[in-house]
């Protein structure tokens, strides 16, 4: 908790489950009990969506078989620190409805992704969202139809030593900090500053 104090700082009163949450890279190989992982995707079920659509849908890998067939399909840099993951989450979501084109399916699988992220964070548990993945490779070997948007795969799991990394990885395996909020956010116009 003291290195991710030192690398995050909220600039106003928010619950300290935000700064807590961060994407390691290190993992255990230690199993998540199935009632805990899927409390996960119980918070994941609650986030907000246009027309109450909830486009996402979460294909995961727990299995050995699963995860190898998973690997496959995930970058090469990725699978240097993804050897230890017990659990894979791809999560997906579904482009059209009975009413056409669901414009906001991926910020609402984006939002489910934030809820999941901070109730394994909650629950003592990390997740490191990753893109760099092969995405038509899943797609093939995931049997995903065209219909659904492939937007990242999550690594869930225990929390591992950074020294059990590769020496190229262990420096990166810190909280990182973020930019000031002003720089976020436009008054107004886009390019205005925040008025104080």
């Known amino acids: 908790m003291t290195q991710t ?7 106003y009163e928010i ?3 935000y700064l807590k949450r961060w994407s390691p890279r ?3 190989t230690k199993e998540v009990p199935e009632d805990v992982l899927l409390s996960l995707f119980e918070a994941a079920r609650w986030a907000p969506s246009a027309f109450n659509f909830q486009p996402w849908r979460f294909i ?3 299995t050995e078989k699963d995860r190898k067939t998973f690997m496959s399909f995930i970058g090469e840099f990725n699978q240097i620190w993804c050897k ?7 999560i997906i979501s579904k482009k059209t409805s009975e009413r056409g084109e669901i414009g906001s399916h991926a910020f609402d699988a984006g939002a489910a992704w934030g809820y999941l992220s901070l109730e394994a964070t909650r629950k003592g548990l990390i997740t490191h969202p990753m893109t760099g993945i092969d995405f038509e490779k899943a797609r093939q070997v995931l049997n995903i139809p065209e219909e659904y948007a492939i937007n990242a795969l999550i690594a869930i799991g225990y929390q591992g030593e950074k020294e059990a990394l590769p020496e190229s990885l262990q420096e990166r395996e810190a909280p990182t900090p973020r930019r000031p909020i002003k720089e976020s956010i436009f008054e107004g116009l886009f390019g205005e500053s925040l008025n104080e």
Not at 84 to 90: C, G
């Open 84 to 90: 230890n993951v017990p659990v894979f989450a791809l």
């Open 60 to 62: 995961i890998a727990r």
């Open 15 to 17: 619950d300290s489950i």
């Open 5 to 11: 104090k030192l690398a995050r700082q909220a600039e």
């Open 26 to 28: 290190s993992f255990l």
